[in-house]
């Protein structure tokens, strides 16, 4: 049996997008997040552990994690492995080694225009103008113009977030001489997973649990590594934090492993839905933050 701990807290008190009330240092409600990752290693003792956050957390936060977990950090961008834009770093007890360039383009990963419904097509006309990679358009709107960042086919697409379909923040393309929406399954895509992964829920709330979510191709990639020597029949008990749309379950599958044992701890009941729907043997665990209490004992498995 071979016992492994993963997750990423949830960055947005971390990200440099965010605007109001960004956290720099180690303290705050951010920190007390990945507190929970830091107890849960203390308490499952896990052979391998892995955890990802946003790079473009403060240099602070970042060394003090660093320094917590006892590993030095890794920076990866998942463009390296898929059609986005994607700047993480990672902590684990094995050594990552920078995977390979596949120039893998957002033409790459799209749909054929006429497979994609109306209802994700722009109704108002835009001007192309840019390079070839990011453009902006311009939206004509009662004479008035306004500036939309619109992204070329030919480049990589930025980075999802978790904003919903209908945010300002959805990603838009030219195809065939109009703009549109990107679909669901183009953003399950980028993250390289499987179409209709997150089926089992609305547009909206599937827009929001892939940005949240993990690459794909990156946690294979890395995993692959650290269980190159372990037969595929082996038992893997996994503790999974923050576990969204069970990517990390997904990563094993891929991976060839048949004998997973697979604990949860999510409170978002859409992400926990699409888990669900791929993965019905998932344990469904709740909140992180029962890793604090010291009755908990997940059957047996926390010290």
């Not at 997750?7 to 929970?36: H, K, M, Q, Y």
């Not at 320094?67 to 993480?88: C, D, K, M, T, Y």
């Not at 360039?101 to 994700?120: C, F, N, S, T, W």
């Not at 390289?192 to 829920?201: E, F, S």
Request: glycine content about 8%; some cysteine.
């Amino acid at each position: 049996m071979i016992k492994i701990l993963i997750g990423g807290s949830p960055c947005t008190r971390w990200s440099v997008a965010r605007t109001d009330g960004r956290e720099t240092t180690a303290s705050g409600i951010g920190w007390e997040l990945f507190e929970n990752f830091r107890y849960a290693r203390e308490r499952f003792q896990p052979d391998l552990f892995l955890y990802e956050n946003n790079a473009s957390a403060a240099q602070e936060i970042k060394d003090q994690i660093g320094a917590e977990l006892g590993v030095p950090l890794v920076h990866i961008n998942s463009a390296l492995l898929s059609a986005q834009n994607r700047e993480r770093f990672y902590a684990c007890n094995f050594e990552i080694e920078q995977p390979n360039d596949y120039g893998i383009m957002l033409r790459d990963v799209i749909l054929p225009a006429e497979e994609v419904p109306q209802k994700y097509w722009m109704d108002k006309p835009y001007t192309y103008h840019g390079d070839n990679k990011t453009v902006c358009a311009t939206l004509n709107i009662r004479a008035m113009d306004i500036v939309k960042r619109v992204y070329n086919t030919n480049g990589k697409a930025p980075t999802l977030t978790c904003d919903g379909g209908g945010g300002h923040r959805q990603k838009k393309i030219f195809q065939n001489g109009k703009c549109r929406k990107l679909t669901p399954v183009e953003y399950e895509r980028l993250q390289t997973l499987p179409d209709n992964y997150t089926k089992a829920v609305s547009d909206s709330r599937r827009y929001s649990a892939i940005g949240n979510g993990w690459t794909a191709a990156i946690i294979i990639h890395m995993l692959r590594g650290a269980l190159k020597n372990v037969d595929r029949n082996e038992k893997l008990v996994v503790v999974s934090m923050y576990d969204g749309i069970a990517t990390g379950r997904y990563c094993f599958d891929q991976l060839g492993f048949t004998n997973v044992e697979y604990y949860a701890f999510e409170i978002d009941p859409y992400a926990m839905a699409v888990a669900n729907d791929n993965y019905p043997d998932i344990i469904q665990c709740g909140d992180a933050f029962q890793m604090r209490d010291a009755s908990f004992l997940l059957g047996g498995l926390l010290k």
